[in-house]
């Protein structure tokens, strides 16, 4: 876009909305045929590779993920054995997840793919461009959190 072009078109919420829904849809694709997980399943193993042992509830935090949703996820990459689910020695409610071997491997293998789908995504646009998006995608997680 040049830089005299005056954007007419301000539907940020609609234009965000369908941002967020084509990005994770082409991710989740890439992923999936790339690695054999989804994007989500990914996240959680990049969230777990930091956080190993952690409890069910803070990786529901992390993914912004409901109870249901989160145990669904789980349940699935314990049957794909890429984490183990134990009673947490504190607490008899929780759970506390662990990586297999396979989600460890798994979750290193995923931080090149991830690192360039983010490269395709920012390509055309200058250093200072970028800033300006992370500021507002920044200032939206913060302020909406």
Do not use: W
């Not at 994770?24 to 690695?35: A, S």
């Amino acid at each position: 876009m040049s830089e005299n072009k005056i954007v007419t078109d301000k539907r940020l919420f609609y234009k965000l909305n369908m941002a967020q829904r084509l990005v994770l849809k082409y991710v989740d694709r890439e992923t999936t045929n790339h690695l054999g997980v989804s994007v989500t399943q990914a996240s959680a193993l990049f969230y777990l590779i930091k956080n190993d042992g952690c409890r069910l509830n803070d990786l529901s935090t992390f993914l912004m993920q409901n109870k249901s949703a989160i145990t669904t996820l789980v349940e699935r990459m314990e049957k794909n054995d890429l984490i183990v689910r134990k009673k947490s020695k504190t607490d008899g409610r929780a759970s506390n997840l662990f990586l297999t071997d396979k989600g460890r491997k798994l979750g290193r293998k995923a931080l090149p793919k991830v690192k360039e789908l983010n490269q395709e995504l920012i390509k055309e646009f200058s250093d200072i461009e970028i800033e300006i998006i992370n500021r507002f995608l920044d200032r939206i997680i913060t302020n909406y959190r």
